[in-house]
């Protein structure tokens, strides 16, 4: 596609809910990141993917939250029991290759509110 | 962590003014990435510059790897610059793409 999309644009769930987050990156890029950015801040980074495995998820704040990216293409965003400090936009992005220092283009988000 | 202090916070301009934009970071970085925010919250990537200076039309950043510093110019502002921009750094330590954002600077243009 022309851009990174993600879906849904918005998600309110209630605690403890399950939720998904869908991000397909730009046609062609091998590199998917996932951040997160609560109101007035930067986003902060979560996870790394180079092709289908997580070369680093030090940013996922606990195992509550789990990501896949099962073809090297798509990646979804999995959250359990969700909780009100969870509310944040989630941003996708995605860069040409990883290992070259390459800018990343983001996603519009997923602002998901949990109440 | 690596610590990136961005200012001013908040910068409120006229229309067609000049302004300077800072990021300060406190370690080796091989990477830097400037971003405008816009007011829908799309993030759009205007520079890569772990050093050097580049332009590209109205804005052009200059990065001082060395001193670890970054600025942002902005010039002959326009209604449409308004927004949040960010800078975000990358250790030299680090894996790629996990980038530290700072707290960005709110920038307002007037008519």
């Known amino acids: 596609g022309a851009g990174v999309s993600q879906t849904p644009s918005n998600k309110v769930t209630e605690k403890g809910k399950y939720v998904e987050l869908r991000c397909d990156p730009i046609?062609?890029?091998?590199?998917l990141y996932w951040y997160r950015q609560s109101l007035g801040q930067g986003p902060e980074f979560l996870i790394y993917?180079?092709?289908?495995?997580?070369?680093?998820d030090s940013g996922l704040p606990n195992d509550r939250f789990f990501a896949v990216r099962p073809e090297g293409s798509v990646s979804t965003l999995k959250i359990q029991r969700t909780e009100r400090g969870d509310s944040a936009v989630y941003l996708c992005?995605?860069?040409?290759?990883?290992?070259?220092?390459?800018?990343?283009?983001f996603g519009s988000g997923t602002q998901l509110s949990v109440l | 962590g690596i610590q990136v202090e961005q200012s001013p916070p908040d910068l409120i301009l006229q229309e067609g003014a000049n302004s300077t934009l800072r990021c300060n970071f406190s370690?080796?970085?091989?990477?830097l990435q400037w971003f405008h925010q816009n007011p829908w919250g799309q993030l759009i990537n205007l520079f890569y510059i772990p050093s050097g200076t580049k332009q590209n039309g109205r804005l052009s950043a200059t990065t001082v790897a060395t001193e670890r510093y970054s600025l942002l110019y902005i010039s002959s502002s326009q209604t449409t610059d308004s927004g949040v921009y960010f800078c975000?750094?990358?250790?030299?330590?680090?894996?790629?793409?996990?980038?530290?954002f700072g707290a960005g600077t709110q920038v307002v243009v007037t008519p």
């Open positions: 046609s062609g890029h091998t590199a």
């Open positions: 975000a750094v990358e250790r030299t330590t680090d894996s790629w793409g996990k980038l530290q």
């Open positions: 992005a995605s860069s040409l290759e990883a290992g070259t220092r390459e800018k990343l283009f």
């Open positions: 993917f180079q092709g289908t495995g997580a070369a680093d």
């Open positions: 370690d080796s970085v091989n990477n």
